[in-house]
């Protein structure tokens, strides 16, 4: 987006106004290269993503029972595939670490949630029927299946629930610090469990400069959708909601 708003910037320029056209250009481009060569969107993720650690669970209280809420990322509906596969790859990585936390405590309940659109089978039905696929009890999962956000996750588990209850909410590392915020401020206290990190240190993780790609300029789009969605919650939905 903010390319295209640049390009219609630059060609609006090339016919009225020569003497900032060639600025506005060359600063473009720049920012383009160092946009999509991997290195400053990855130290851009890294600097929310480093607040974020995962969830120690030597150090919980084994004898509570925990809510284990699983947040959604999406889902298809192909009637063909089993629900493993129709959870995309965010929706799946946060189930896998759910169940994780469900298989080490000895008294857990899995929520999932999540809409799917008005009248469809809601993604929290395709991620409950994907973790009994993989070994969950049925009678141990709950099922949340009307949520279209965040904040909507997040009351609809207080309605269902309460807020007296023993909360692990999972969600990737980069939306941990919004979900958080949005449960604690519900009147949730909750302990977060975060996943799918994107930048990771390791002897074959390459964080450094690479050549121009549409994976770099992705995760670009990817860091800042994360800061205008957290602005937009602090400054509009956040006062609202109060």
Sequence with gaps: MYFLLWGVWTYWLNRRNQKLFKPVLIAGVLVF?????NYIPKKLIYSIEKTQTPIA???LDTSKTYYIHVLGAGTTLDPELPATMNLNAMTLTRLNEGIRLYNSL??????????AGKGLKSQAQVSK????????????IKILPTPTTTLE??????????TDKHVIIVTSALHMPRAT???????????????????????????????????????????????????????????SYK
């Design 33 to 37: 290269l160092i946009s999509s060569t």
């Design 57 to 59: 669970l030597n150090k």
């Design 106 to 115: 000895a008294h857990a309940i899995l929520i999932t949630s999540s809409s």
């Design 129 to 140: 029927e994907a973790a009994m696929s993989l070994g969950v009890d049925e009678n141990n």
């Design 153 to 162: 996750e997040a009351l609809a588990f207080k309605q269902h629930f309460g």
């Design 181 to 239: 915020e949005i449960f604690t401020d519900v009147g949730l206290n909750v302990i977060p469990a975060p996943t799918a990190f994107i930048y990771k240190e390791g002897p074959i993780d390459d964080n450094g400069l690479t050549w121009p790609s549409f994976e770099s300029l992705e995760l670009m789009n990817t860091y800042h959708l994360t800061v205008l969605k957290q602005w937009y919650y602090s400054l509009v939905k956040k006062e």
